[in-house]
Structures are given as structure tokens and as C-alpha cells.
């Protein structure tokens, strides 16, 4: 998740970058890796942008159960993988850690989070900035799009109670009628990222002042053809 936080291997200038196929094969070695010691986690990987031709770190969404210990996981990568360079950063439920591939390093982010929230996590984190782009529409309507799905904010005289909210759904497809968005087509995924926001403008709720600089972004890349 947004990659550069194995300080050590970029200051040694061995993180790399993987093309598509490299990245997909590096990404079933880490699942195998993960489901050999802990068989019976879930694990999922968010859809890029099919476009997309390199990557820059891996990010791996896993069910967390109390089942795993976060300690003995560092321990067990460290030892599997076996190389000099293992690094790793942890923040809460977020694990990133060194991924030896032909001979460079390769950033690995595991997401840790509960059973139930897994499916909404997955479809949140997918499409780049799409679902960033969703919550800041749903924001004028004291919506909350979020890994948890979509929430309600309480607010009182325009500030929000505590921080109060409550969970109206994790289904996506219910989220994109509220919305009045196409669910099926973006199931099949965006080509590009100008096919992504195509369909943020298409929203009911987009507002150009919101997104004044991305609009002038998609100006230009239309521009360019």
C-alpha cells in the first residue's frame, strides 16, 4: 500500500519492480507461502487497473483470525525465505515485508482483516483510487465509504457526533444503486484509468470543484489521443 517503507533495501537499491507476469507469479509464490504454515486463511489480491504493465509492491488483503500471532508469522517468513535482506515494517493490521525475487527485493503488504469484512475490503482497495474517489461524492450526503462498506456519520450543528456511525452494508452492488452506477461493468474492471473516471463523472453526485484537478487530469489525457 503505496510501497517505500523497507528503508534498509531501497537504501541498498534492491527494491524493485515487477512487470505483470513476474507479479503475478511472485503473487501465488507469497499465497502458497502463507497457506503452508496457516491453511486455512483467505487471501485475496485487489484488481489493479488491467492496463496496468509494472508493479511497485504487492498488496495481499488476508482474513485475520485470533488464530494468528502476528510475532510468530515475522519469525516464520524470516526463516522461510532465508535471505540477509528480509525487512519488515508493521502498522496495526498492515505487514510489509522484503520478498527476495532474481535476486532483487519485492515489497509485500499483507492486510489484515476480519472474516466479515474481507469481501468489502477486497472491493474497496481494488481500481486504484476509485473507492477515495466514491467516498469523497458520498461525503456531501454524510455517507462514509470505507473498508467497512457504507456507513452513516451522525452529525449535530455540521460536526459529527464522536465519530459516530453505523453500517448500512458491505454489499457492493447495493452501494453502486445508490449511486445509480453501472455494478456489472465494473465488475469486468477498468482498462484504463481514464475508463475509471469516466465513471466517477457519470455519478449523480460528481461535482467538478471536488475533483478540479482529476477532471483537468482527464481533459488532458483525452487531449493527448
Known amino acids: 500500500m503505496g510501497g517505500n517503507t523497507l528503508k534498509n533495501n531501497i537504501k541498498n537499491n534492491k527494491i524493485c519492480r515487477l512487470n505483470k507476469e513476474e507479479y503475478t507469479e511472485v503473487s501465488k509464490q507469497v499465497i502458497t507461502l502463507l497457506k ?4 486455512n ?3 485475496g489480491i485487489p484488481r489493479s487497473i488491467l492496463s496496468k504493465k509494472d508493479f511497485g509492491d504487492l498488496d495481499l488483503v488476508v482474513s485475520y483470525t485470533n488464530n494468528i500471532n502476528f510475532k510468530e508469522l515475522i519469525e516464520y517468513l524470516k ?12 502498522n496495526n493490521y498492515l505487514i510489509s515485508f522484503s520478498y527476495p525475487f532474481k535476486n532483487k527485493i519485492f515489497q509485500v503488504d499483507l492486510i489484515f482483516v476480519n472474516e466479515n469484512k474481507f469481501n468489502s475490503s477486497l472491493n474497496y482497495l481494488s481500481d486504484n483510487d476509485f473507492s477515495n474517489f466514491l467516498g469523497r461524492m458520498l461525503n456531501q450526503c454524510n455517507l462514509k465509504l470505507s473498508p467497512n462498506g457504507l456507513e452513516y456519520r451522525f452529525f449535530f450543528n455540521n460536526e459529527q457526533i464522536k ?54 487530469l482527464l481533459l488532458f489525457i483525452k487531449e493527448g489521443k
Not at 526463516?79 to 508493521?90: I, R, V
Not at 457492493?172 to 482498462?191: A, M, S, V
Request: hydrophobic share 35%.
Open 79 to 90: 526463516k522461510e525465505l532465508n535471505t540477509p535482506d528480509f525487512e519488515y515494517f508493521k
Open 163 to 216: 465519530k459516530e456511525s453505523i453500517v448500512l452494508t458491505q454489499n457492493w452492488k447495493e452501494i453502486f444503486n445508490y449511486l445509480e452506477l453501472d455494478y456489472e461493468k465494473w465488475k469486468k474492471g477498468f482498462q484504463t484509468v481514464e475508463d475509471m473516471f469516466e465513471m466517477i463523472i457519470s455519478c449523480k453526485y460528481f461535482l467538478i470543484p471536488q475533483f478540479f484537478n482529476y477532471y483537468i
Open 41 to 43: 486463511i483467505k487471501c
Open 36 to 39: 503452508k504454515e496457516y491453511p
